[in-house]
């Protein structure tokens, strides 16, 4: 017998993280469980992609320390103001993994300031439980398993991984490539509906499988929209395709 995932409804009784509830909400409002990843490397393609894909994503997600001409009043204020105007999350994609001291340093000070400007942050549990403390006022995702061949990520290590996220305040969910428990939620990145792989080790699925096989609550996607001739259309698509696939694993 197949199992049935749970719905975004379910999960808003049992995700009791502010952030987990702001994404749920939203993801139920504008009919999207789609995180665009946009990996671009200048402040003028980073807001001209979000102008596009705003209205259908739940949560941008960023490499703020890609972006060539970073500056927080040029990059970060017009930022904030598509995130409102849109109803979208900044999610900062850091994979921190250090001690929490320099964990806390990196998140706040520097040139790019997180804390300042991220809803959610993403965080390796490498440096164990009291790493994560730092992360006040903000959601934290963390790494339990990655996309890409050869990874480290074993069973072992997803087991001891996921005990952490599980029982950490500051942690409401998890980037994997497998079923997590279900009072976090679930980031997929590595999904394509067009290829299966980059040639630099990523390793894509399709929306209908992340979300049949793996039962994610959000898929990831980067190159298959902004690397699109029609950059709005194909976050569309993959918008719909994402909540069709939502829909059939319900
Ligand atoms: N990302 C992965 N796989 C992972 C983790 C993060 O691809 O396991 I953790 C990030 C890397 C990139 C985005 O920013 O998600 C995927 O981009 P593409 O859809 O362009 O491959």
Redesign the pocket.
Known sequence: KEEKRISYEDKLKICEHSVAQKLLHIAIQKKSNLIV?A?VTTTAELLKLVELVGPHIVAL?T?IDIISDFDSDQTILPLKDLAAKYNFLLME?R?FADIGNTQELQFSMGVFKISNWADLV?AQVIAGYDSLDCFRNVGVVA?L????TG?LTDMEYREQAVKIAVSHPNVFGG?A?NKIPNELLLFT????LADSG?GKG?Q?NTPEYVFKKLETDFI?????I??SDDVEKAALNYKIAGWNAYENSL
């Not at 990145?189 to 394509?192: F, I, M, Q």
């Not at 990831?220 to 298959?224: C, E, S, T, Y």
Request: net charge positive; no cysteine; hydrophobic share 20%.
């Open positions: 990843s990996d997600k490499h994609d994979k993403t790494i398993s990655m996309s890409s990874t980037v490539q990145p590595g999904v394509n980059d990523q894509y990831i996607v980067g190159r298959g902004y690397k």
